[in-house]
C-alpha cells in the first residue's frame, strides 16, 4: 500500500488517498478528539467503493469495485500506526469507504486480530452500518467475546420510503427490522447501541421527523444512544444542504422531551473533504496519473 496524497484539517484530522497493491484507491483517516481515551480514532475503510449509493456521499456516487481483505484492512491500520506522533493506542472505527457488513467475512477476521494480537495498542473498535438485520444479531454472537466493540447504525431517515430513496441500498431492511434486529443485539450482548443521524435541511429535520424517529427508538428502553450530526456536503452534485446550528439544537430539545437519548456530534475534516470517499471521487475525477 501506498500513499498517494494527504491532506490536514485545522482540527489536526489527517486523510490519506492509498493506492492498494492491487492499483485501486481507498482513504484511511485518523482524528484525534481530544476528550476521548486514547485520542487516536483510525478510521479505516473495508470497501473500494460502496454498493450502497447513499445520495449523500461521495463513494455511493462512484460505485463499487471490490471488497478489501482482512490483511488489507489490518495494512491500514499498520500504515496509521506508523504516521502517528506518539505511539501510544487507539481507537478503530470501520468508518471509512464501504459498508463493513457486505465484506462481513473480513470484517470480522480483522477484528478478532485487532482484539487478539493488537491489543496492547487497540483498544477500542467501532463500526458504521447501514443496519443488515440479520447481521446485527450474527455480529453481536460473533463478537460477543471481544471486548471494546461498538455496534452504530446509519438510520437518517425515520421513515422506510425516505431512507430507500436518500440510501438506496436499504431497499431490502425495513426500519422496523432493522430496530428490533438491534433490540436482539443488546440482548445479546448486554450492550449499548449507537444510531447515528445526519441532519439534512427541510428533509429531515421537521418536528414530524423527531416525533416518527421517538416513536421507532423509544422501543429500545434507553438501551442506545442517537448521535445527531449536521451534514458535511460533498461538491458531487445532489440537492442536500445541511440544517443550521440553530435548527440542530431544537432538533436536539424535541428529541429530549420525546425521551430520546440524544447527543451532537461535531463532524471532523470538514474542510478537507471529510465525507467518506470524497479524496477517492476527486482524484478519479481529476484523471491525474501517480504512477
Ligand atoms: S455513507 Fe457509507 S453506506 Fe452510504 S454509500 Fe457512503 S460508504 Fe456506503
Given at each position: 500500500?501506498?500513499?498517494?496524497?494527504?491532506?490536514?484539517?485545522?482540527?489536526?484530522?489527517?486523510?490519506?488517498?492509498?493506492?492498494?497493491?492491487?492499483?485501486?484507491?481507498?482513504?484511511?483517516?485518523?482524528?484525534?478528539?481530544?476528550?476521548?481515551?486514547?485520542?487516536?480514532?483510525?478510521?479505516?475503510?473495508?470497501?473500494?467503493?460502496c454498493?450502497v449509493?447513499?445520495?449523500?456521499?461521495?463513494?455511493?456516487?462512484?460505485?463499487?469495485?471490490?471488497?478489501?481483505?482482512?490483511?488489507?484492512?489490518?495494512?491500514?491500520?499498520?500504515?496509521?500506526?506508523?504516521?502517528?506522533?506518539?505511539?501510544?493506542?487507539?481507537?478503530?472505527?470501520?468508518?471509512?469507504?464501504g459498508e463493513?457488513f457486505h465484506?462481513?467475512?473480513?470484517?470480522?477476521?480483522?477484528?478478532?486480530?485487532?482484539?487478539?494480537?493488537?491489543?496492547?495498542?487497540?483498544?477500542?473498535?467501532?463500526?458504521?452500518?447501514i443496519?443488515?438485520?440479520?447481521?446485527?444479531?450474527?455480529?453481536?454472537?460473533?463478537?460477543?467475546?471481544?471486548?471494546?466493540?461498538?455496534?452504530?447504525?446509519?438510520?437518517?431517515?425515520?421513515?422506510?420510503?425516505?431512507?430507500?430513496?436518500?440510501?438506496?441500498?436499504?431497499?431490502?431492511?425495513?426500519?422496523?427490522?432493522?430496530?428490533?434486529?438491534?433490540?436482539?443485539?443488546?440482548?445479546?450482548?448486554?450492550?449499548?447501541?449507537?444510531?447515528?443521524?445526519?441532519?439534512?435541511?427541510?428533509?429531515?429535520?421537521?418536528?414530524?421527523?423527531?416525533?416518527?424517529?421517538?416513536?421507532?427508538?423509544?422501543?429500545?428502553?434507553?438501551?442506545?444512544?442517537?448521535?445527531?450530526?449536521?451534514?458535511?456536503?460533498?461538491?458531487?452534485?445532489?440537492?442536500?444542504?445541511?440544517?443550521?446550528?440553530?435548527?440542530?439544537?431544537?432538533?436536539?430539545?424535541?428529541?429530549?422531551?420525546?425521551?430520546?437519548?440524544?447527543?451532537?456530534?461535531?463532524?471532523?475534516?470538514?474542510?478537507?473533504?471529510?465525507?467518506?470517499?470524497?479524496?477517492?471521487?476527486?482524484?478519479?475525477?481529476?484523471?491525474?496519473?501517480?504512477?
Amino acid at each position: 500500500m501506498k500513499i498517494i496524497k494527504n491532506l490536514i484539517s485545522i482540527d489536526k484530522t489527517e486523510k490519506y488517498l492509498i493506492r492498494t497493491n492491487w492499483g485501486d484507491y481507498i482513504e484511511s483517516a485518523y482524528i484525534i478528539v481530544p476528550y476521548l481515551r486514547p485520542q487516536y480514532v483510525f478510521c479505516i475503510s473495508t470497501q473500494v467503493g460502496c454498493r450502497v449509493g447513499c445520495k449523500f456521499c461521495a463513494s455511493g456516487s462512484s460505485g463499487f469495485v471490490r471488497n478489501l481483505k482482512f490483511d488489507e484492512m489490518l495494512s491500514e491500520v499498520e500504515l496509521l500506526y506508523s504516521l502517528i506522533h506518539s505511539k501510544n493506542s487507539f481507537r478503530v472505527a470501520f468508518m471509512g469507504v464501504g459498508e463493513p457488513f457486505h465484506n462481513y467475512l473480513n470484517l470480522v477476521k480483522t477484528i478478532k486480530i485487532l482484539s487478539g494480537s493488537f491489543s496492547n495498542v487497540c483498544k477500542r473498535i467501532s463500526l458504521s452500518s447501514i443496519g443488515i438485520p440479520r447481521l446485527i444479531t450474527k455480529f453481536g454472537e460473533d463478537t460477543l467475546d471481544l471486548p471494546g466493540i461498538n455496534l452504530q447504525i446509519s438510520i437518517n431517515f425515520c421513515t422506510d420510503e425516505k431512507r430507500r430513496y436518500y440510501m438506496p441500498g436499504t431497499c431490502k431492511y425495513s426500519l422496523i427490522k432493522t430496530i428490533e434486529a438491534c433490540q436482539k443485539y443488546i440482548l445479546i450482548t448486554k450492550k449499548r447501541i449507537y444510531f447515528t443521524y445526519l441532519l439534512f435541511d427541510g428533509i429531515n429535520d421537521s418536528f414530524h421527523d423527531a416525533q416518527n424517529l421517538a416513536k421507532i427508538l423509544n422501543i429500545l428502553d434507553n438501551n442506545y444512544i442517537l448521535k445527531v450530526s449536521i451534514y458535511n456536503p460533498i461538491s458531487q452534485s445532489n440537492d442536500l444542504s445541511p440544517a443550521s446550528v440553530h435548527k440542530a439544537l431544537w432538533f436536539k430539545e424535541l428529541l429530549e422531551k420525546f425521551g430520546i437519548n440524544v447527543e451532537i456530534f461535531q463532524s471532523m475534516g470538514k474542510d478537507i473533504s471529510g465525507g467518506c470517499g470524497q479524496m477517492r471521487v476527486y482524484h478519479e475525477i481529476s484523471k491525474i496519473s501517480f504512477k
